[in-house]
């Protein structure tokens, strides 16, 4: 499958921005997991939000501690593509954000939350966020 995510930007502290990442229409996301990740310079990349395999819309999800409650990630079917909208955002959440999608054999797995499961990455889009 191939990803292409876009959104990044520059935004002041407490702002909200939303990554999108899409796939062709021939590869159903709705059959993967898809997983956000982030990395900073200097720092290693770090799981951020993913949202599991579901019939439908939806699926199981799962968040960085730094993350919870102020990061969504929701799938859009009929898009074929999947979101990370990003609330009250700080300082430290500035990084290159890239998707990242593994096919998937049931609902009942969970995300994974190590980079290296995954097989399929989108280019990474930078959000800068000015305190």
């Known amino acids: 499958v191939q990803l292409q995510a876009s959104g990044g930007g520059l935004v002041q502290a407490g702002g909200s921005l939303r990554l999108s990442c899409a796939a062709s229409?021939?590869?159903?996301?709705?059959?993967?997991?898809v997983a956000w990740f982030r990395q900073a310079p200097g720092k290693e990349r770090e799981f951020v939000g993913g949202?599991?395999?579901?019939?439908?819309?939806?699926?199981?999800?799962s968040y960085a501690d730094s993350v919870k409650g102020r990061f969504t990630v929701s799938r859009d079917n009929a898009e074929n593509t999947v979101y990370l909208q990003m609330n009250n955002l700080e300082s430290e959440d500035t990084a290159v954000y890239y998707c990242?999608?593994?096919?998937?054999?049931?609902?009942?797995?969970?995300?994974?939350?190590?980079?290296?499961?995954?097989?399929?990455w989108g280019q990474g889009t930078q959000v800068t966020v000015s305190s």
């Open positions: 229409r021939r590869t159903p996301l709705s059959t993967y997991t």
């Open positions: 990242a999608a593994k096919y998937t054999r049931s609902p009942a797995i969970a995300v994974a939350t190590l980079a290296s499961t995954y097989d399929a």
């Open positions: 949202l599991g395999r579901r019939f439908g819309s939806g699926g199981t999800t």
